[in-house]
């Protein structure tokens, strides 16, 4: 599913939650949407879908990071994030991805990150403290690994090899493989093309084609408790063909 959104105040850096821990399910996804909104940032700065003039530094994780300052660009992220929220709260949610296109459509990267691992938890007991010691992360030690996580996005965008002009972006989620896909209207969420499909293929050598990618790189396995987040880079075998790649 990719957001329906078009993308075009920068946003606000993570503020501390004023537990020490990360005890509930609502304060998991409140970690992981304010590093979410940080990383788009950060990829889109060290991959150059904009110029690099149009962005600003700011701070997160006690760490410089970049911000786009468009405000159309800082629309679409932060409702593209938004409409993450009920799909977090159904526990559907398998990985975030964000997707970078040739100016032909072809997919050239997919950067992914992984929360298959976080606990599932009813939507009413979004606040209710984990029991015992499962689950339980620790602010300060996750904060802490976020931070390396955005500095390897940072270094790993800066040195791969460069996009062509014009390419184009969007976020995807992956479903888990039990959830029923979001409906309603208005709808945040329309289908991948069948090459970025996830399922059984049905005979067709599209569906999911451009999974994995050809290429793939680790950026870093964040791991406090039950707060498990694991990112990484995939390379499609498009990006190699582009002219001048």
């Known amino acids: 599913m990719t957001s329906n959104s ?4 920068p946003p606000s850096p993570p503020s501390p939650l004023l537990s020490p821990i990360l005890n509930t399910q609502f304060a998991f996804h409140r970690t992981l949407t304010d590093f979410l909104t940080i ?8 991959r150059e879908l904009y110029p690099q003039s149009t962005f600003i530094t700011a701070r997160a994780y006690n760490l410089s990071v970049h911000q786009n300052r468009h405000p159309l660009v800082c629309r679409w992220i932060n409702s593209s994030i ?12 398998k990985r975030v991805v964000l997707v970078i296109y040739a100016p032909s459509g072809e997919v050239l990267e997919r950067f992914l990150f992984d929360i298959s691992r976080f606990p599932v938890v009813d939507d009413h007991e979004k606040y209710t403290e984990f029991d015992g010691a499962r689950g339980i992360g620790n602010v300060v030690d996750v904060n802490e690994q976020l931070r390396h996580t955005i500095r390897k996005l940072d270094y790993a965008g800066s040195k791969m090899q460069p996009l ?9 989620v992956e479903l888990r493989d039990e959830a029923e896909p979001p409906i309603g209207h208005p709808q945040p969420w329309v289908p991948s093309e069948p090459s970025l499909q996830t399922g059984e ?5 599209r569906i ?4 994995g990618g050809v290429k793939s790189m680790p950026v870093r396995l964040v791991e406090s408790g039950d707060f498990i987040l694991e990112s990484w880079i995939e390379e499609g075998a498009a990006k190699f063909k582009c002219d001048g790649l």
Do not use: R, W
Request: aromatic content about 4%; some cysteine; proline content about 10%.
């Open 6 to 9: 078009a993308p075009p105040s």
């Open 39 to 46: 990383a788009i940032h950060t990829i889109l700065y060290t």
């Open 82 to 93: 938004d409409a993450l929220d009920p799909l977090l709260e159904k526990n559907t949610v």
């Open 164 to 172: 062509p002009e014009d390419c184009t972006y969007t976020l995807a």
């Open 201 to 205: 293929t049905g005979g067709s050598e």
């Open 208 to 211: 999911g084609s451009d999974l």
